[in-house]
């Protein structure tokens, strides 16, 4: 039989003993420590370590919220726990501010009847501090508080009824419905906007912060390929860089994102962040030809465009169809551009058969000229379920050498790790689950990506 090994925390002499209990006290996990009629969990210091919301996330799960502090007594309990167990002085606690309001609250949505801020917190630092953190630090006093990104991850502090073992779940927040303001482009049910066009417009990273937010919108954070991508391929009508809202300002070499999400995808180019002068400390998005969306460390005063981002609003008019000028049934446009992706097979077909089904809408397998093009093909295949699709890349001219079956140079690549692996039989070029190309068997069944062009 297992056995089930509780620690117990006595109150009266304030001492920690290890103790088999045949039934635990906090019934749903022999980790959670009973005091009074609650049970309060610690995550692991090294190996559990996540955001505010993903901590959060998790006591929801386990029944409880991350912890509530409503008297000294509660308070001392959890600094006396911090201090004997943790080398690492820092937990999330249930506190957070939204929006830098100020209008601090409980996640358990107890009242706010007791506070312990450390001296001078909470600062919201840079901007960025929304979350409540109980802090053992020195000089600060033992179990006071501090104000923090709430992306950060670090361990947290759960407290839930005693005996409740009943996940606790919301229903599910509704998909943002509604249109973006005008001059903005939307994605995935986001609004962005570029702004500095005119050099005059341009500005540092705080104050481009700080115009995001006049407008009701936010510096821009990417959490996925899928919305880089897209910047990316809007970065085709700027020539200018693009500040978004990532930033060391508060930690030399921790980023973060100025709204607290996590830092949960990164677009660095080669060599970056690289805290050039030792005075890099503000995030923007590069526009070079070899280089376009990738990310780079600059000084925040640097004067930059800027990209804000805000949820639809359904009180906006709806824009209506985007403009598109390919003629051709189910193509969509990008600059002088069309393309579309057959779907008529679920199961894919061959690269000869993919050839065949563009011919017979009179247009070929598709070549990619540019990064920007590259970026569009993969917001494509994002809107396909991220499944692999056949580019118009082949060898069979000359062994050993690429072209594209539309007659378009060879200018642009954008292979795999190890890739072209020119493998037996593969002949031919696929653009894989997350955008880079790979030689593959010709017979591989794949939906083709069909292109013409409106230019010439
Ligand atoms: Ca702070
Ligand atoms: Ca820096
Ligand atoms: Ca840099
Ligand atoms: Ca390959």
Sequence with gaps: MKQVVSIQYNYYTLSWEVKQVVNPPCPSNSEWML???YCYYYSAEIDDRRGWVEANSYCMDNGGFLTSVHADGENDFLTDITIRKYDYHSHWIGLRTYAANGKYSWSDGTPLDYINWSSGEPNDFNGEEECAEFYVYTPAVPGSWNDLNCGDKIPFICKKANGNIAPITYPPTPTPVGNCPTGAFKFDNRCYQFFGEDTADRVGWHDART??????MQLATLHSQQVQSFLT???KTVTYRMWIGLSDVTTTGQFRWADGTAVDFTNWNNG?????????????????KDDVGEWNDNACGKLNGFVCQRNPDLSLPDPGDLPNSCTKTNYVQYYDSCFRVITSQSSGMSFQDAQSACKS??????????SYEQAFVETRLHIMGDNPLWIGLVDDKVAGEYSWVDGWPVWYTNWGQSEPSRGPGEGCVAVEFDGSWDDTDCSRKLMPLCKY???K
Aim: glycine share 14%; proline share 2%; net charge negative.
């Design 35 to 37: 005091r009074g009629d």
């Design 361 to 370: 809408d009179g247009t070929d397998l598709a070549s990619i000229i540019d």
């Design 272 to 288: 970056e962040p690289n805290e050039a002068g030792g005075e890099e400390d503000c995030v923007e998005m590069l526009n070079n």
């Design 211 to 216: 115009q995001c937010e006049s407008l009701g």
């Design 233 to 235: 391929t809007q970065l």
């Design 453 to 455: 062009s409106t230019g």
